[in-house]
């Protein structure tokens, strides 16, 4: 059996950590029961500021980032030819990176009700060197940009995870390896993409409609128990 088969599952437990929730109570804060009541990075920095939300962010893309990048060292994947190693191997190197994702998005730590996955995507997405660092970096410089451009997180994370096929695919084919070797990472990016747009649909109906809270604005409280 190949070794990267064992890294899945390890990558899903390391995934499903709730640094949110534990830097809330850490706090003296359920987060749960504040703002969006999600657990994830951006939540978190809202409701408490950046001294909880920056260590959070961080905890929350090293999480992804470490199991992606450690599989990918233990297997010899980091020094194939042109950066690209061959679809059975990519294959499996691109479950460990979606398991730490789907750790972080069903946390059964947390009832299976995680946070949306993208600071945890960005980290695995990293650890995928050199093909998904690319693409990585390009989503948080667009995330950046349109978070500042526009106040409005769902939107900026949407479309940054929906840039993530197109500037893989730009660098397969820069790489020469816009062949077979390409479609595990075109396959995945785009799954990965949908995943996180479907996370936001909220975010992305109360934009349309005018009504989704920009960074900066007053957040109303979740429900009890919610």
């Known amino acids: 059996m190949d070794p990267l088969v064992w890294w899945i599952p390890g990558a899903f ?14 706090n003296g804060v359920d987060i749960r029961t504040r703002g ?34 450690l599989a990918g060292l233990s297997a010899g994947l980091l020094d194939v030819q042109d950066g690209v190693p061959p679809p059975t191997h990519a294959w499996l190197w691109l479950c460990v990176m979606v398991a730490s994702v789907l750790g972080h998005i069903f946390s059964p730590w947390v009832g299976f009700k995680g946070g949306k996955g993208v600071a945890t995507g960005l980290g695995a997405l990293l650890g995928l060197y050199p093909v998904l660092t690319i693409a990585g970096a390009a989503a948080l410089l667009v995330w950046i940009t349109l978070t500042k451009a526009t106040r409005y997180v769902g939107l900026s994370s949407s479309v940054a995870a929906g840039m993530l096929p197109i500037v893989s695919a730009a660098e397969l084919w820069r790489r020469g390896a816009l062949d077979e070797r390409a479609v595990p990472y075109l396959v995945v990016t785009a799954l990965l993409a949908g995943l996180v747009i479907y996370r936001h649909r909220g975010n992305l109906a109360r934009t349309l409609k005018g009504t989704e809270p920009r960074i900066g604005d007053p957040r109303p409280k979740a429900p009890e128990g919610s």
């Open 13 to 26: 437990a390391v995934g499903s950590v709730p640094f949110g929730l534990i830097i809330g109570k850490l």
């Open 36 to 69: 969006s009541g999600n657990i994830g990075a951006t939540n978190v920095w809202r409701e408490l500021g950046w001294k909880a939300g920056l260590p959070c962010f961080i905890l929350d893309v090293a999480k992804g980032l470490a199991p992606t990048l």
